[in-house]
C-alpha cells in the first residue's frame, strides 16, 4: 500500500489521507451518538474533552514536526552524497585524462558504462531499496583496473596518488547512498504519529456529537493541517521513493562531462 501511494502525487496523498480521516472521523461519530453515556456529559465534562482535543492536535504537530525535521534532513544529506559522488566520478575520469598513459584509455571507457549503469541498473532499483548487482561488478572492475596502475614518473606518480585518493571517495560515497536507500523513519514514530491522529479523531467526533456546525468546521480544518503535515513527512521519508525524490541529474552533468573531455 506504501509503495502505492509513493507513485502518487503529494496533492493526492494529501486528498487520500484527508478523506479517510474524516470518514474515520465521522464514523466513530455515528457509532458514538449510539452510547448512553453521550446523553450523561455534563458542561464541565465537554470542556474538559475539548481541552483533551486540543491538547492531542498540539501534541501531533509537535511530533510530526520533530519527525519532519529528521526526515528532511536525511533527504538533503542524501541529495548531497548524489551530488558529491557524481562529482568524485568526474574527478576520477579528468584524472585518467590527465594521466596521459593510453593505457587507461580504456579505464575511462569502463568508467563510463558503470556511471550510465548507475542511471539505467541501480537507480531505479533505488526505489526498492535493492543494490545493481551489475553496477557493483562493473565498478569492481574500474576499481580493480586503476589499481593495476603501475606510474613510472613523478608526475604519474602524484595524479595517481590523487586518483586513488578521489576513488575512495566515489566508493565510500557509494555505499552511503546505497545506504540511503534503507533510510526512513523507525516504525515507532509512524505508531506514535497515528496514534495520536486516532486520539485526535476520536475527540473530534465527540465534538461533533456535542456541539453545532461550527465545530465540524474548525476540527476538518485541524485535520487538514495534521494530514498536510503528516504528508510532508511521509512524501520525504523515502529519499530515492516516489515523485517528491532525489533526482540522478549530477550524475547526467557528470556523464555529459565525461563525453566532451576527449
Not at 596521459?100 to 563510463?112: E, S
Not at 465534538?207 to 520525504?236: D, H, P, Q, R, Y
Request: with cysteine; net charge negative; hydrophobic share 50%.
Amino acid at each position: 500500500m506504501s509503495h502505492w501511494l509513493y507513485t502518487q502525487p503529494p496533492i493526492a496523498i494529501f486528498i487520500i489521507g484527508l478523506i479517510a480521516s474524516i470518514a474515520l472521523m465521522y464514523l466513530m461519530a455515528f457509532f458514538l451518538k449510539k452510547t448512553p453515556i453521550i446523553n450523561d456529559i455534563s458542561d464541565h465534562e465537554k470542556e474538559f474533552l475539548i481541552a483533551i482535543q486540543s491538547g492531542l492536535v498540539a501534541l501531533s504537530a509537535i511530533v510530526l514536526s520533530f519527525s519532519l525535521v529528521l526526515v528532511i534532513t536525511n533527504y538533503d544529506h542524501a541529495d548531497e552524497n548524489v551530488a558529491g559522488e557524481a562529482a568524485r566520478i568526474n574527478d576520477v575520469d579528468r584524472l585518467l585524462h590527465q594521466y596521459g598513459d593510453p593505457k587507461v584509455k580504456a579505464i575511462r571507457a569502463d568508467l563510463k558504462i558503470y556511471a550510465k549503469s548507475i542511471l539505467e541498473d541501480e537507480w531505479p532499483k533505488l526505489q526498492i531499496q535493492q543494490e545493481g548487482a551489475e553496477t557493483a561488478q562493473l565498478f569492481s572492475n574500474v576499481a580493480d583496473k586503476i589499481g593495476q596502475i603501475n606510474p613510472t614518473t613523478p608526475r604519474e606518480t602524484v595524479i595517481y596518488s590523487e586518483l586513488l585518493k578521489k576513488l575512495d571517495e566515489s566508493v565510500e560515497m557509494r555505499e552511503t547512498r546505497l545506504e540511503g536507500a534503507h533510510i526512513g523513519l523507525h516504525g515507532i514514530y509512524w505508531v506514535v504519529n497515528l496514534a495520536i491522529l486516532f486520539g485526535v479523531l476520536l475527540m473530534s467526533a465527540l465534538g461533533l456529537i456535542l456541539n453545532k456546525w461550527l465545530t465540524a468546521i474548525g476540527i476538518s480544518l485541524e485535520l487538514a493541517a495534521l494530514v498536510g503535515l503528516m504528508t510532508l513527512v511521509f512524501i520525504c521519508d523515502h529519499p530515492f521513493e516516489g515523485t517528491v525524490s532525489i533526482k540522478p541529474g549530477p550524475l547526467v552533468g557528470t556523464i555529459k562531462a565525461m563525453d566532451n573531455r576527449k
